[in-house]
Antibody, heavy 121, light 107 residues
Framework: EVQLVESGGGLVKPGGSLRLSCAAS????????MNWVRQAPGKGLEWVSS????????YYADSVKGRFTISRDNAKNSLYLQMNSLRAEDTAVYYC??????????????WGQGTLVTVSS | AIRMTQSPSSLSASTGDRVTITCRAS??????LAWYQQKPGKAPKLLIY???TLQSGVPSRFSGSGSGTDFTLTISCLQSEDFATYYC?????????FGPGTKVDIK
């Protein structure tokens, strides 16, 4: 069964840091480019960051550039998001999502169940 | 960034109804468009990619059409499990961007 399981969310104060993890199973993780997508409470979906299968290409949304770092460990079938200098507006459910290898574009499938990050004093 | 809009923002419908949701891109995106369904407390689920290609396992009552700037998602005969929020997403250029969503609820 294809599965993505996020962890590492929680309550953090403004200016603090948090590291999210996403564990993959049931598919060849090393062949997929991977993404983080977030959803603020009651709001829509916002793409955050992507990383290619070999980590050669990395992209960030302007809203997180310079504060967040995406990485992966293909040997551990894991994706990470290091979040620094967190702000209240970073409060959201964070989903990891994959892109099928050789797909003619970046549509997202599969998705994890999400992990909630709350930035509040 | 390419801006995506959707209409309506919400709609009320009954089971058995035909439902159409529109998505518009701020510039041409060819057919680089996906549709997702999201239920409360759950992750989004891919329904359609390349504007009209049905993802494996998705019921055939879902269909997508359009190219360029204007796209539609149609549910031909609404079922109880289809009450959800639907998002379009362009992947023509970075950053990938989503529409604001269309909530389909029970009339």
């Amino acid at each position: 069964e294809v599965q993505l399981v996020e962890s590492g969310g929680g309550l953090v104060k403004p200016g603090g840091s948090l590291r999210l993890s996403c564990a993959a199973s049931g598919f060849t993780f090393s062949s997929y480019s991977m993404n983080w997508v977030r959803q603020a409470p009651g709001k829509g979906l916002e793409w955050v960051s992507s990383i290619s299968s070999s980590s050669s290409y990395i992209y960030y949304a302007d809203s997180v550039k310079g504060r967040f770092t995406i990485s992966r460990d293909n040997a551990k079938n894991s994706l990470y998001l290091q979040m620094n200098s967190l702000r209240a507006e970073d409060t959201a459910v964070y989903y990891c999502a994959g892109v099928v290898p050789a797909a003619m574009g970046d549509w997202f499938d599969p998705w994890g169940q999400g992990t909630l990050v709350t930035v509040s004093s | 960034a390419i801006r995506m809009t959707q209409s309506p923002s919400s709609l009320s419908a009954s089971t058995g109804d035909r439902v159409t949701i529109t998505c518009r891109a701020s510039q041409g995106i060819s057919s680089y468009l996906a549709w997702y369904q999201q239920k409360p407390g759950k992750a989004p689920k891919l329904l359609i990619y390349a504007a009209s290609t049905l993802q494996s396992g998705v019921p055939s009552r879902f269909s997508g059409s359009g190219s360029g700037t204007d796209f539609t998602l149609t549910i031909s005969c609404l079922q109880s499990e289809d009450f959800a929020t639907y998002y379009c997403q362009q992947y023509y250029s970075y950053p990938p961007t989503f529409g604001p969503g269309t909530k389909v609820d029970i009339k």
